[in-house]
């Protein structure tokens, strides 16, 4: 019995020893509690001896192109299901309707018209790959420039800034010091001085020195006429000193002194 349910389920299925065939491998059986086994991809339940014989069924095959383009699972990846036909598929790279079925699937992606777009479409991905490493190449150095910039940009701004820092230190010491020499060495202004010091009699008063400044300014006209006389009277002991000479004058001083002793 189990011998004549396998040669159905081959005979049936009319595809083995088919180029494409299982495509997609053994279908999955799980062991349920009653005995019997449940096949993962379909959900279909079956006794122990019925799985090889429904492993090559149309139903199974069918069964497994369908989990296969759910789950996106090569090389389903690459076709999409009809929207106007469920027994047919859509090629992503050529556009064309394949039937679904492991051996159109297979009979199409061994065209050259599959290869040769297939290759193309690698090659434009392997460019792409390569566009983005060189832009992410380029972005990586010219960061790196911007970033060696800023640094020296910064760095100079530094030293200008401790350069003026600097110099308004010195600049304020300066005037600092400036002032304090200004304090120290402080000199009155010329024709004046702190002591109100006139060259006259310094043992008298101010208000003693002014008095006999106005007295004097007070006198009547009488001044001038006094300093004269008196510079010639100056003039007349100057030529009787130059006349008599010197001598005679110290002679009369010992004279004096002699007598006195």
Same mark, same amino acid.
């Given at each position: ?21 299982k ?13 019997r ?48 036909n ?29 290869l ?15 566009? $983005?490493?060189? +832009?992410? /190449?380029? #972005?990586? *150095?010219?960061? =790196?420039k ?5 640094? %020296?940009?910064? $760095?100079?701004? +530094?030293? /200008?800034? #401790?350069? *003026?820092?600097? =110099? ?6 300066? %005037? ?47 001044t ?20 008599i ?9 010992k004279?004096?002194?002699t007598?006195?002793?």
């Amino acid at each position: 019995m189990g011998k004549k349910a396998s040669g159905v389920g081959e005979e049936g299925d009319g595809s083995t020893g088919k180029e494409g065939y299982k495509l997609l491998g053994n279908p999955t059986f799980k062991k349920l509690e009653n005995g019997r086994f449940k096949c993962v991809q379909t959900g279909h339940e079956l006794p122990e001896h019925a799985r090889d014989s429904y492993a090559h069924s149309k139903h199974c095959r069918l069964g497994l192109i369908d989990a296969a383009l759910s789950k996106n699972k090569p090389p389903l990846n690459m076709f999409n299901q009809d929207p106007l036909n469920r027994s047919k598929l859509i090629c992503k790279l050529t556009g064309d309707t394949v039937n679904k079925s492991e051996e159109h699937i297979w009979k199409h992606m061994s065209g050259k018209r599959f290869l040769r777009m297939l290759e193309k479409k690698e090659t434009e991905t392997e460019m792409e790959g390569l566009e $983005k490493q060189v +832009e992410n /190449e380029v #972005a990586k *150095k010219t960061d =790196s420039k911007a970033n060696r910039r800023d640094k %020296k940009k910064n $760095k100079k701004k +530094e030293i /200008e800034d #401790a350069s *003026k820092v600097i =110099s308004e230190i010195r600049d304020s010491s300066g %005037k600092n010091s400036g002032s304090e020499d200004d304090d120290e060495f402080w000199m009155p202004p010329v024709g004046a001085r702190w002591d109100n010091d006139d060259g006259g009699d310094r043992w008298g008063s101010g208000s003693e020195s002014e008095e006999e400044e106005e007295d004097a300014i007070g006198q009547d006209g009488g001044t001038e006429e006094d300093n004269h006389d008196a510079g010639e009277l100056s003039k007349r002991a100057k030529r009787m000193s130059l006349e008599i000479g010197p001598s005679s004058f110290a002679s009369r001083k010992k004279k004096k002194k002699t007598s006195a002793t």
